[in-house]
């Protein structure tokens, strides 16, 4: 079992930057890669971003340039920098780690960009 516990959402105008946290606990050390989702209001889940525990990324290609994944020395935590963030970055962000072929879920935070 893995918990995530996720932190850094907020509200911030066009053009600024947020930085969001996820904190794993319990068997991390299964943890092939984590990442972000995110959901906005009455569109469907979307992938964000990936890091491998090779530190390997991907990412989607509207947040390129824009967002950095980065995890910590002991791979339990991981941020995400968003900067010259857009009204349509607005969404719930959802961090997730896989182990195997299980896919553990955050508690989502919420991001609004105004415009």
């Known amino acids: 079992q893995v918990q995530l516990v996720e932190s850094g959402g907020g509200l911030v105008q066009a053009g600024g930057s947020l930085r969001l946290s996820c904190a794993a606990s319990?068997?991390?050390?299964?943890?092939?890669?984590m990442g972000w989702y995110r959901q906005a209001p009455g569109k469907e889940r979307e992938w964000v971003v990936v890091?491998?525990?090779?530190?390997?990324?991907i990412y989607l290609e509207s947040v390129k340039g824009r967002f950095t994944i980065s995890r910590d020395g002991a791979k339990s935590t991981v941020y995400l920098q968003m900067n010259s963030l857009k009204p349509e970055d607005t969404a719930v962000y959802y961090c997730?780690?896989?182990?195997?072929?299980?896919?553990?879920w955050g508690q989502g935070t919420q991001v609004t960009v105004s415009s």
């Open positions: 997730f780690a896989r182990v195997r072929d299980i896919t553990y």
């Open positions: 319990g068997s991390i050390f299964g943890i092939t890669e």
């Open positions: 890091i491998s525990a090779g530190n390997s990324t």
